[in-house]
């Protein structure tokens, strides 16, 4: 056992959360504060958060723990992507290998459970309603001020944590400190959440167990389902344009726009004008930065170290790995030297969190234009079943990232150098049939024979 | 004419004072507010100062508004690198063709030139001591501190340009809304200012008309003439390592580390120790964002939109480079639609200041390792025998950069093809006898025969 640390984790939000339980049983002493009220008494803001993708390394995390099974209790899962062109036709495209699959839940949701799963927990204390002024990082002092009485206290905790999301106020104290590498940067796009509300009997009017995707080149809406029947939809749209958030201006011109791009889900939306124009345009930033530690004082986790767009369903996902790979390190170092731990973990985590946020852009400009491509879609066949006869040397990219646990830096690495395979593959292929022709199987047989066999980490492994 | 604006510029470096004399020119109203006391009255602190290597984008900033004579009396001609081995074998590179130099010139003696040609005019007041505390972008109020007297006041300009450095107020009230994108790089490497003194008699104890280089693989020191017969000398470091600022914790340490590596330059610095130990280590920080503008009111320009590491000698050149562009937008628009104008302005110059930044740290590497290397100045010979032989097909990219007025964008991206074919030449090249060989010709007419001419850009009419 650790030597027990008073340790504070600012923001209580999903890795937040989810790391109490960790630090919790190691036997420190953990509170956590958050900026906003409990969720859990309060009515939450909509409108702004996207419905998350739980996928394998999100599921490790909570396995750890031992919650994934309450967890489950509120995911659907989702088996493949749906796309839905402009005729309202559907094209299917499994995610990966029979049974596979990423869950859909809502953020609120999930952050609920984790609350009530972790708050019993007697060294565990929430704080709600705390809004960080300042951090020192030299001393470890946290002005908090309760949003509801104005009362300002400083906490000093031996250990600080800071899962205080894309905009992280330890992080911003962080930039004030010497060589302090930091970038955001935003796409030229806006989300704004919309919904599918269930049948009238409670059903689902899309097939429940798939990522329904509207691509239209330039922009796209998705859909997740919710347990409730609801569909979550969000419409990824430009902020400027011909068409773009800008151009829409009214009702009119709302209606119009979704008759003609996304006519067979307009039918499904009857709120959809209320939806537009109450909810907020999200923006989409990457966040990276270097180093996350101060002085093995402090350290940044999750978002507030490396916040990612949406499109790989990561975010989260990459979020709870931190905390897998914090938690093998806190075995090796047993409790003692925190600065060289943090040191080791955020050397570990870097090229992996750069790995996925990049992976996330490029996943963007997949999902808007490829998926509609029929090239594309029998690309992905052909490369399921090159996967199916090297499956020791082959795991297609979307694959590494969201069925395994290998580094993510490792699967892009690997992914782009699967993509320079496929691309002489492709020359050769006009359909699925041409898989079997004899070149095709002679030009994989020279690239795969010498290939190693894809190395087989376990998170265990690879510190 | 255009109409008469109250300008306040923030910063009163080589920027701001520079560019105020462009905007009085035009009939307006301008107040500069630095933070720092007048550099005339007060002595600077030393030590963190790398000369600056004036070239031609800067020359024609400086001429256009009657300022170079004056310049020149201060600037020395550097017309090629002098590199030095450990044994203080010397080696020489020209930069350019016979005549082409750039020039030494010390970063406080050139601002108080530009000071003093600026300070008669009526329009222009100089205000020192004055601390920006706040900055209202909405409203361009400016709260101010004066650093004397502790008293606060707010200003409200029609325009205010940010010529405030590397770590510009401006900016930070920028980096707070909405969709900034914003980025802070540092090099691995610090560095620290040395001296080497004249001779008793005044005289330059090394070749005056040269950059002094001792590259050393991971570091290097270079030295720049001065007027008085003194070279400021700059260690370029890393912070950590065997061989490193951290490595380095006595007199001891220090003059065993010179004399084996530097061994020359030791004998010509009397008062290493006491420089090396009262000198604080410089940072290198490469700093982009986007946009520069705020809502067609406040402009950063210089280092405050685009800092960039000092090894391609173009920051100053790039900043006076930009009031360059900004004079010729400012008569197209006529001193109407400032909005229109900064936007332009910031779309025009953001892919060049990305270029200038990146060929930065790029030059970092070449000056440290390369330029030691033979066959690198075997390559810097043969391409002067190709730029001599076809000129309007091939300029070298160190003097696309440094003597002409292509786009530093265009020069990059020109430098990469040029890149290519080189690698391809040097494969036949051991000597540069070789340059006549039938095949070296043969390649070379076949890359350059069907090239486009490179385009001969004047600055005026790439707007």
């Known amino acids: 056992m650790s030597k027990r640390k008073n340790i504070a984790i600012m923001g209580a939000g999903l890795v937040g959360s989810l790391l109490s339980l960790y630090l919790a049983k190691r036997g420190h002493k953990v509170d956590l504060y958050e900026r906003r009220p ?55 495209q499994p995610y990966g290998k029979e049974g596979q699959a990423i869950y859909s839940v809502s953020r609120g949701g999930l952050n609920v459970a984790l609350m009530n799963l972790s708050e019993p927990n007697e060294d565990i204390t929430y704080h709600f309603n705390q809004q960080a002024l300042d951090v020192n990082l030299r001393t ?38 010497e060589r302090f590498n930091y970038e955001q ?3 030229e796009y806006g989300y704004k959440e919309l919904t599918i ?61 979704f008759l003609e791009v996304f006519p067979d889900a307009v039918a499904l939306m009857p709120n959809l004008a209320e939806d537009y124009f109450s909810n907020p345009i999200g923006s989409l930033v990457t966040v990276k930065c270097f180093p996350w530690s101060y002085n093995g004082k402090s350290l940044l986790i999750g978002d507030a170290s490396h916040a990612v767009v949406p499109f790989y369903g990561q975010g989260m996902n990459a979020g709870f790995e931190d905390i897998t790979v914090l938690d093998r390190m806190l075995d090796k170092f047993d409790g003692e030297n925190w600065e060289a731990l943090f040191k080791e973990f955020e050397s570990k985590r870097k090229p992996d969190a750069d790995a996925i ?22 690309r992905k066949k052909i490369e399921t079943k ?7 040397k082959w795991i297609p990219l979307y694959s590494m990232v969201t069925f395994s646990d290998f580094p993510y830096s490792y ?11 496929m691309k002489k593959v492709m020359k050769h292929i006009q359909s699925i049939e041409d898989y079997n022709k004899p070149e095709v199987q002679q030009l994989l047989e020279e690239q795969l024979v010498h290939k190693e066999k894809l190395k087989k980490y376990q998170v265990q492994e690879v510190l």
Chains 1, 2 share one sequence.
């Not at 409670?202 to 239209?216: S, Y």
């Not at 946020?357 to 879609?377: G, T």
């Not at 090159?386 to 020791?392: A, F, G, K, R, T």
């Open 38 to 92: 409990d969720m859990r008494k309060t009515i939450i803001d909509g409108g702004r958060s996207i419905n998350l993708a739980l996928s394998d390394r999100g599921w490790r995390a909570l396995r750890a723990i031992g919650i994934e099974e309450d967890v489950r209790k509120v995911a659907v899962p989702m088996y493949g992507r749906m796309m839905h062109d402009e005729q309202g036709n559907l094209t299917y």
């Open 357 to 378: 946020a990049d992976l996330a852009v490029m996943n963007f400009f997949e999902m808007r234009d490829k998926v509609a491509d029929p090239r594309f879609l029998l």
């Open 197 to 257: 509300p269930p049948a009238a009997g409670g059903e689902w009017v899309l097939e429940k167990n798939a990522l329904h995707i509207w691509p239209r080149g330039s922009y796209m809406m998705i859909a997740l389902p919710n347990i409730d029947g609801s569909f979550t939809c969000t419409l990824f749209f430009p902020y400027e344009g011909e068409r773009s958030f800008a151009a829409i201006k009214n009702d009119t011109d709302l209606l119009n726009f």
């Open 140 to 177: 470890n002092e946290v002005q908090l001020r309760n949003i509801e009485t104005d009362a300002v206290e400083t906490i000093q905790p031996e250990l600080l944590f800071g899962a205080d999301g894309a905009f992280s106020v330890v992080r911003g104290a962080m930039q004030k400190t």
């Open 386 to 392: 090159i996967s199916e006869q090297y499956p020791d």
């Open 411 to 421: 699967a892009m690495e690997t992914g782009r150098k699967q993509d320079k395979i």
């Open 185 to 187: 940067s935003y796409l």
